[in-house]
């Protein structure tokens, strides 16, 4: 029976710098011809998905805060069951960009207990989960750099959704270490890239 694959999720804020990141790591991963899947919650090419992705870039109508936390629910338990449960099944390491750390830092604080217990009841959790810290004022600048913001990416938002990293993990009994994401690109994957060999995730 093939051994279970590992499971790494990149985290944070938007703007903090994950997208680069998860670039980083898989070519890194492919450099030593390891078997990787790289994924990305929300999906954009399922029913669930295309709906978040419309109402978060303001092109559907909005929908109270918990409704469209659960929308993000409902997105990855069926992320979860087609593509990344059959990786890990076929031992490969899959590396995610966002899971439901980012459904609990970003639902209201009275439902995170709820939404936290939810999620991980229906899908695995992960190995290790990097959560890239970074001040809100230079994510927001980045972002609005790139021309993509959401209805998320504004500096108080931020602020409150960094606190709600902090919150899932004092609660989530996940393993989850967070890297300074001030510095060179370089410089934060090298960081990364050490706690996850301490791990012996790779």
Not at 134 to 149: H, L, W, Y
């Amino acid at each position: 029976m093939k051994k279970k694959g590992k499971f790494i999720v990149i985290e944070g804020i938007g703007g903090c710098g994950k997208d680069t990141q998860v670039v980083l790591l898989g070519k890194y991963l492919d450099k030593l011809k390891k078997d990787f899947l790289i994924t990305r919650e929300h999906t954009r090419d399922t029913p669930p998905g295309a709906l978040i992705e419309r109402i978060i870039k303001k092109k559907e109508d909005q929908i109270e805060a918990l409704a469209l936390q659960l929308l993000y629910v409902c997105d990855r338990r069926n992320h979860f069951i087609n593509v990344i449960k059959s990786a890990l099944d076929k031992g490969k390491i899959v590396v995610g960009n966002r899971y439901y750390p980012t459904t609990v830092a970003y639902t209201p604080q009275k439902w995170k207990k709820v939404v936290l217990k939810l999620n991980q009841s229906i899908v695995d959790r992960p190995d290790l989960v990097i959560v890239i810290d970074t001040d809100p004022e230079v994510a927001v600048s980045r972002v609005d750099g790139r021309g993509d913001a959401d209805i998320f990416d504004w500096a108080e938002s931020l602020k409150r959704c960094r606190k709600g990293y902090q919150w899932y993990a004092k609660n989530s009994g996940d393993k989850v270490v967070f890297i300074d994401g001030n510095g060179t690109k370089t410089e934060v994957f090298e960081k990364i890239l050490r706690e996850i060999k301490k791990r012996k995730i790779i």
